[in-house]
């Protein structure tokens, strides 16, 4: 959901006793806006209504194990710098008769063609780079912050869990807007 103020990007899902929230907030404003999940609440529409609030990271309990980080495929050069492509030699064909041409005139070497390791290796290990920063940021909490223009944060809030609910409303507060995600089936 998008508008002049937030970007913002929600996923649901069931961890343990939990229902996580994978948040991605981005401020759209020219200036600082505060963000706290102490805000954030799920509305349980049906099949019976019910608030279930906002669980603090240090009230989790018996939560499961983060999984190992998804990796890119891995060529040679990712991760590294791309070797420099080297300038081979090549002799030119015999052009005689052709115009123009004073004989044993030197013609320029042709590059030799790069592979595409070479071509696609540093910008391989760039988004694997950025895919572990974010990664590593959305297995994070979501903190009281103030997020700075043109910044995103980005992570977990948790929510207690209610294990009948067919529809529920995700809202979130966030500097006087209220952004609302409907979910329908089982979570």
């Given at each position: 959901?998008?508008?002049?103020?937030?970007?913002v990007?929600?996923?649901?899902?069931?961890?343990?006793r939990y229902?996580?929230?994978?948040?991605?907030?981005?401020n759209?404003?020219?200036?600082?806006?505060?963000?706290?999940?102490?805000?954030f609440?799920?509305?349980?529409?049906g099949?019976?209504?019910?608030?279930?609030?906002?669980?603090?990271?240090?009230?989790?309990?018996?939560?499961?194990?983060?999984g190992?980080?998804?990796?890119?495929?891995?060529?040679?050069?990712?991760?590294?710098?791309a070797k420099?492509?080297?300038?081979?030699?090549?002799?030119?064909?015999d052009?005689?008769?052709?115009?123009?041409?004073?004989?044993?005139?030197a013609?320029?070497?042709m590059?030799?063609?790069?592979?595409?390791?070479e071509?696609y290796g540093?910008?391989?290990?760039e988004?694997?780079?950025?895919?572990?920063?974010?990664?590593e940021a959305?297995?994070?909490h979501?903190?009281?912050?103030?997020?700075?223009?043109?910044e995103?944060?980005r992570?977990?809030?948790?929510?207690?869990?209610?294990?009948?609910?067919?529809?529920?409303?995700l809202v979130?507060p966030l500097a006087?807007?209220v952004?609302?995600?409907?979910y329908?089936?089982?979570?």
């Amino acid at each position: 959901m998008e508008t002049k103020k937030f970007t913002v990007m929600v996923s649901l899902s069931n961890e343990g006793r939990y229902t996580r929230a994978d948040v991605s907030i981005t401020n759209n404003a020219g200036y600082p806006q505060h963000v706290s999940p102490e805000d954030f609440r799920m509305e349980v529409v049906g099949p019976k209504t019910k608030v279930l609030l906002y669980v603090a990271p240090q009230e989790l309990r018996d939560l499961p194990l983060p999984g190992p980080m998804p990796t890119l495929a891995a060529s040679p050069a990712v991760g590294k710098k791309a070797k420099a492509v080297t300038v081979a030699s090549v002799q030119p064909p015999d052009r005689k008769g052709v115009t123009g041409d004073a004989p044993g005139a030197a013609v320029p070497a042709m590059p030799a063609k790069p592979s595409i390791d070479e071509l696609y290796g540093p910008a391989k290990g760039e988004a694997a780079l950025t895919s572990a920063a974010d990664w590593e940021a959305a297995q994070r909490h979501l903190a009281v912050s103030n997020i700075q223009a043109n910044e995103i944060v980005r992570g977990r809030v948790y929510f207690q869990k209610a294990p009948k609910a067919k529809q529920v409303n995700l809202v979130l507060p966030l500097a006087g807007s209220v952004f609302e995600f409907p979910y329908s089936g089982k979570l």
